[in-house]
């Protein structure tokens, strides 16, 4: 599987963008989709997961009611709305891919749970 992300640049505090990852080599139907994001000096923290089938989604408490994640199947596109954003999250946004099956959600916010990552897109917020 390729993932391919794409969206990121600069926008001022309070705009928004919207990021879209496509996949390729593989139908995204039957995996997890996620987006992580790695800022300055850093970690690389989880921000969402969308489920296989679009109907499920978790948020990371920092992004909750900003952000938003949604998957079209038959383009195989994973997408990330963000609004109000913030000059902390400015970053390098990823995406990423598990073929795992698994309940809850803590699983799918450790990044050693997916199997496959884009190349990262980065994003920077002006105060």
């Known amino acids: 599987v390729q993932l391919q992300a794409s969206g990121g640049g600069l926008v001022q505090a309070g705009g928004s963008l919207r990021l879209s990852c496509v996949a390729s080599?593989?139908?995204?139907?039957?995996?997890?989709m996620g987006w992580f994001r790695q800022g300055p000096g850093k970690e690389r923290e989880f921000v969402a997961f969308v489920k296989w089938s679009g109907g499920s989604t978790y948020y990371a408490d920092s992004v909750k009611g900003r952000f938003t994640i949604s998957r079209d199947n038959a383009k195989n596109t994973v997408y990330l709305q963000m609004n109000s954003l913030k000059p902390e999250d400015t970053a390098v946004y990823y995406c990423?891919?598990?073929?795992?099956?698994?309940?809850?959600?803590?699983?799918?916010?450790?990044?050693?749970?997916?199997?496959?990552w884009g190349q990262g897109t980065l994003v920077t917020v002006s105060s």
């Open positions: 080599g593989r139908t995204l139907t039957r995996l997890l």
């Open positions: 990423a891919a598990s073929a795992a099956y698994q309940s809850g959600t803590s699983y799918f916010t450790r990044d050693d749970s997916y199997d496959y």
